[in-house]
């Protein structure tokens, strides 16, 4: 996790954070992160992985506030 990466390289970093939501229940909570994603999410998914990957260098460059969403 994020101690991990902080014990490894500090906490100087980047961070893109993409929320997935919640099962409702909290006995489901990690089958449900652990799951597939259904067909539905793979359609809003799949553009917003295309839209991050035209925009990596922003992204390495840390020039956030230039990302298009």
Not at 16 to 21: E, N, P, Q, S, T
Not at 28 to 55: M, P
Request: charged content about 20%.
């Amino acid at each position: 996790g994020l101690r991990s990466i902080d014990a490894a390289v500090g906490n100087a970093y980047g961070r893109l954070r993409l929320g997935i939501g919640h099962p409702g229940d909290p006995a489901r909570v990690s089958d449900y992160v652990l799951g597939n994603f259904s067909q539905a999410e793979h359609e809003w998914l799949d553009k917003l992985l295309d839209t991050l990957s035209c925009q990596v260098e922003l992204l390495v460059s840390q020039q956030y506030e230039l990302l298009q969403t």
